[in-house]
């Protein structure tokens, strides 16, 4: 039972590198979103993608690129890393239902350092 | 707008008292979702609870129950007997739209953190 699947989980990097960061699910769910949780505080919506193929900002989508590759994979692409981008990043999934929670369901997160 | 927000960064608890953490809510939309989630130390998200906008019963899971107030867009999660196991950071969270959208945003609020004496 994997569930979601994050990649990698720890990653440091320089000021101006670049990286993607990994999601894949494997509950066939259409939907797929990308947090940030800095220290302390709740979770921010980064981008958020309703199926394969289509993306929509978030709350905070400067300095991110996503890509729904297929309905199972959701990347994060930071083009020209900043320490304020510093964080732990969580990947989730849901099912569209329309009488049950339809609740999302986390990856284990990825923290992120930017040197 | 959507909005979470959550006042109470902290909270200290006797174990096996009743804590009542607070969320607030904005939306124009008549549909709705609402949750909560724990997260303990280290550092997954645990699903609790949920509360449609158009649930006529309040939701309870267990010792968890969420008090829901339409009408003062307020929707608080109550732990009945509190245990030490408790101890987590606690998120709101509200999903704007019909839940069988899947285009639906989802948004956290700040989160309070609880702590239980023992």
């Known amino acids: 039972n994997a569930g979601v699947t994050q990649t990698p989980k720890f990653q440091v990097l320089k000021t101006g590198q670049s990286m993607t960061l990994q999601c894949a699910q494997d509950?066939?769910?259409?939907?797929m979103y990308w947090y940030r949780q800095d220290p302390g505080m709740g979770l921010r919506l980064i981008y958020y993608s309703a199926s394969e193929g289509t993306t929509d900002k978030g709350e905070v989508p400067n300095g991110y690129n996503v890509s729904r590759l297929n309905k199972r994979e959701f990347s994060l692409r930071l083009e020209s890393a900043a320490p304020s981008q510093t964080s732990v990043y969580f990947c989730?999934?849901?099912?569209?239902?329309?009488?049950?929670?339809?609740?999302?369901?986390f990856g284990e997160g990825s923290r992120l350092t930017v040197l | 707008a959507q909005k979470i927000t959550q006042t109470q960064p902290g909270m200290f608890v006797q174990e096996k008292e009743a804590v009542t953490l607070d969320c607030t809510y904005d939306t124009s939309d008549p549909s709705y979702g609402l949750f909560w989630y724990k997260q303990p130390s280290s550092g997954e998200m645990i699903f609790l609870i949920y509360q449609g906008s158009y649930d006529q019963q309040n939701a309870t899971e267990g010792r968890y129950s969420l008090n829901f107030q339409k009408a003062r867009k307020s929707a608080n999660l109550v732990i009945s007997a509190s245990q030490l196991g408790d101890s987590a950071m606690y998120f709101c969270a509200m999903r704007e739209g019909p839940g069988y959208s899947s285009a639906s945003k989802i948004i956290f609020g700040s989160g309070t953190r609880l702590s239980i004496r023992p």
């Open positions: 989730a999934s849901r099912e569209r239902v329309s009488r049950t929670t339809g609740e999302l369901f």
């Open positions: 509950m066939n769910h259409n939907s």
